[in-house]
């Protein structure tokens, strides 16, 4: 439950399940150890641009993780208040 007070946590429609089974593996697995609610559309589209800038795979999923650490960052004061370590 800790992930539904993040922000950027929206009920959307569609069919999230298939959005995300539709996802490439490497991303999935990425997603299920993430510490916020990504949705499928936003992770797809980040995927897409950094596999499309370092044509790597590694490079790309250690971008989603810099897009991750520079999201709590930007957000930590409004999901867990003003007191917590920056």
Known sequence: MRNLT???ARW???NAM???DGLPAPVRAWAAQAALPWSATSLRRL???ALRESGCP???LARLAAAERATLRREAAQIWGSDYPQ
């Open 6 to 8: 993040s922000p950027r």
């Open 58 to 60: 590694q490079a790309a």
């Open 47 to 49: 995927w897409t641009r």
């Open 18 to 20: 298939a959005a995300h």
């Open 12 to 14: 959307r429609s569609g």
